[in-house]
């Protein structure tokens, strides 16, 4: 697979996961993920930087990734859309936990909690400051747009 892909207008566009050089918790942070250039055999864990918020700060999203010995399938599992199911996130860590890469061909990719800020108020919808206060469904902004208008469609759109 090339290093490089070109996009529509001619501008070629690198295809690698990306490292943004901060750290949380002593886990990397990404601004895109490419599962070619991880090493097979092991479970990698980031946190995905998300849509930057009306206050400058960015939404850091949990991703783990089990890649196997072998090449195969890649499977994703997206927890947390709605911030008050919260059965899904743990059932999809518990998934995770139990894969083990040195006996797996493929790749197992997990996102948790991709509506955090419903989540850290329970509740189904991402309240943003927006229209006085809106409450968006992030379920209901697919595909979203990375130049959306608000930060759950801009989420979305990542």
């Not at 989540?119 to 747009?145: C, F, S």
Request: hydrophobic share 40%; net charge negative; charged share 15%.
């Amino acid at each position: 697979m090339n290093e490089f892909s070109l996009a529509s207008n001619s501008v070629p566009l690198q295809v690698a996961t990306i490292y943004t050089g901060d750290i949380i918790q002593g886990v990397p942070v990404i601004s895109q993920l490419h599962t070619q250039d991880l090493e097979p055999g092991r479970l990698h864990r980031f946190f995905f930087q998300g849509v930057q918020m009306g206050t400058g700060q960015h939404w850091y999203v949990p991703v783990v990734v089990a890649k196997g010995v072998a090449d195969g399938k890649r499977i994703a599992l997206i927890a947390g859309v709605h911030g008050d199911e919260l059965n899904p996130v743990r059932t999809v860590q518990q998934i995770m936990a139990s894969l083990d890469p040195l006996t797996m061909s493929g790749t197992a990719i997990a996102v948790y909690d991709l509506s955090h800020p419903a989540k850290e108020y329970t509740q189904r919808k991402w309240l943003i400051a927006q229209n006085g206060g809106t409450l968006v469904d992030l379920n209901r902004v697919w595909p979203g747009d990375e130049v959306g208008r608000d930060a759950p469609t801009r989420q979305s759109g990542q």
